[in-house]
């Protein structure tokens, strides 16, 4: 909301600029005055902008603070490199254990596999959407990607990556058998299309 009142105000606000300026200078003479009315115009401008994004922004974090449960889990792959994950699920809805805030009943789980240079943060808008809907939502940065070690030009090793995750995925007490979604998008897409589509434990 805040973001589309900036740029419904920024021409607006560029216009009568323009046009004050241009009396300042042309109308009035005064070019020093013109200038710097310019200039401070800019600046407010741009303190406008960062401030709207910023606050925005840390609304959203706020809300997802309250209403949804935040975990970090490390993933060992195959050849021993390590990955990070991240999970979301609904604070309202889960319970507390020994293992963290879990759902007292199983859930189904969503998983993304984010694309080359990328990383899991591009998908936190969805995994906390996701939550809400009463889903376990993760994310994990492929090898050599964000948190993960490795190096991206072992692209071709992300497809055996896939079983790893799925089994950490699977060792959550409120993984819902049968019932995990994968969705990749470039790279991720084709590791989604190949490894997680023949695992069994993939519903799709």
Not at 103 to 115: A, D, E, M, T
Not at 136 to 161: C, L, M, P, S, V
Not at 162 to 176: M, N
Request: net charge positive; with cysteine.
């Amino acid at each position: 909301m805040r973001i589309k009142l900036i740029f419904f105000f920024f021409p607006i606000f560029i216009f009568s600029s323009f046009i004050m300026s241009y009396f300042l200078i042309f109308s009035l003479g005064n070019l020093l005055l013109g200038v710097l009315y310019s200039s401070v115009s800019v600046i407010l401008l741009l303190l406008l902008i960062i401030h709207q994004i910023r606050g925005s922004k840390s609304e959203t974090e706020n809300l997802s603070q309250a209403t949804i449960e935040f975990e970090e889990v490390v993933v060992t792959l195959n050849d021993g490199i390590t990955t990070k994950g991240i999970i979301y699920r609904s604070k309202s809805e889960t319970i507390s254990t020994p293992h963290g805030r879990r759902y007292p009943q199983k859930r189904p789980v969503i998983v993304y596999f984010h694309g080359f240079w990328s990383q899991k943060e591009v998908y936190i808008p969805n995994l906390i959407a996701l939550s809400h809907m009463g889903y376990i939502a993760a994310a994990f940065d492929q090898r050599g990607h964000g948190e993960a070690g490795g190096k991206k030009e072992e692209w071709y090793k992300f497809y055996n990556d896939v079983g790893s995750i799925l089994d950490s995925i699977c060792s959550f007490k409120d993984t819902k058998e049968g019932s995990i979604c994968c969705i990749g998008t470039s790279m991720g897409g084709t590791s989604v299309l190949t490894k997680a589509y023949e695992d069994k434990r993939v519903a799709m």
